[in-house]
Nanobody, 120 residues
């Protein structure tokens, strides 16, 4: 079983910064893609950013140039540095990690979510 522990959410004024962290633990043979999704009230969950084990990244258009995703493979941790935050970034942010447990078993784990609130 794979567990994810998120931290770093909170309340910040528009233009401010926050850094989210998500640490993975459990019986994993590999961690392939690590990413962050978010869900605002009344909205569908959307991909914010993702990073592969090779370091390739993908960002939502709305956060390009403001958010940076990174990972520390030794610590099994993914980070999301969020700068120039806007009120529309307000949402619950969820960590997502995908990989393999065995050669025949994959996993797709989600964190519990951390609230990010940006005031205007």
């Amino acid at each position: 079983q794979v567990q994810l522990v998120e931290s770093g959410g909170g309340l910040v004024q528009a233009g401010g910064s926050l850094r989210l962290s998500c640490a993975a633990s459990g019986s994993m043979s590999s961690i392939n893609v690590m990413g962050w999704h978010r869900q605002a009230p009344g909205e569908q969950r959307e991909l914010v950013a993702a990073i592969t084990s090779a370091g390739s990244t993908n960002y939502a258009d709305s956060v390009k140039g403001r958010f940076t995703i990174s990972r520390d493979n030794a610590k099994k941790t993914v980070y999301l540095q969020m700068n120039s935050l806007k009120p529309e970034d307000t949402a619950v942010y969820y960590c997502n990690v995908r990989g393999t447990i065995t050669a025949y078993t994959t996993y797709n784990a989600w964190g519990q979510g951390t609230q990010v609130t940006v005031s205007s």
